[in-house]
């Protein structure tokens, strides 16, 4: 009796172990479950601030791009008004070096009616051509030259062609009707010119 009493006690005693070894296996797994879903919550959570950030951010960008759109547009419109103002400016820049040269002819005028000397009327013309002449220079303008050049539509206009005894005349600027001028390297007028054929 002894011996079944003590394989039965055997019996008992891996039954409590299996027993207590799926208690320990549930617990593990619950405490697993519990691990894993706390692990998830702290995840999403990490998600969800990282989000945030990225959504303040975003916003961040946003006004900031609000804001450089803004003042590019504020840039626009100075340079337009700088720009305006410059042009008239610059017209009226022009136009004080023009009185001068305006007063000069006044007093000629005023000169030729007092005297009768046709070379000192002759040298005060003169004397004012050449002033206005210095003026448009110094501003940038300069005449095309024409006389014997060869033809260039790019700064002459031919209104006749002459035939010539000379070949090497030929497809050159002959006479000069009216002079051309140019404004820093930009043709302004055209000279109009008559070419050899």
């Given at each position: ?26 617990d593990v ?59 008239r400016n ?48 110094q501003n ?58």
């Amino acid at each position: 009796m002894g011996d079944k009493k003590n394989k039965k006690s055997i019996e008992i005693e891996e039954a409590k172990q299996t027993i207590d070894s799926d208690v320990t296996l549930n617990d593990v797994v619950e405490e697993s479950a519990d691990t894993t879903n706390v692990e998830e919550v702290d995840e999403l959570e990490a998600l969800r601030t990282a989000l945030q950030q990225k959504e303040e951010e975003l916003e961040k960008v946003n006004k900031e791009y609000l804001f450089l759109m803004a003042e590019f547009d504020n840039f626009k419109k100075r340079m337009m008004r700088e720009r305006a103002e410059l042009m008239r400016n610059a017209a009226e820049q022009v136009l004080k070096g023009l009185l001068p040269i305006l007063d000069d002819f006044e007093r000629g005028l005023t000169a030729i009616k007092d005297t009768s000397d046709a070379d000192a009327v002759k040298e005060g013309m003169q004397l004012i051509y050449k002033k206005f002449v210095k003026y448009l220079e110094q501003n940038g303008v300069k005449e095309i030259p024409t006389n014997e050049q060869p033809f260039d539509v790019d700064y002459h206009e031919a209104i006749a062609m002459v035939p010539v005894g000379d070949e090497s005349l030929k497809g050159k600027v002959i006479d000069t009707v009216l002079k051309g001028y140019i404004l820093n390297d930009k043709v302004i007028r055209h000279a109009k010119v008559v070419v050899g054929q």
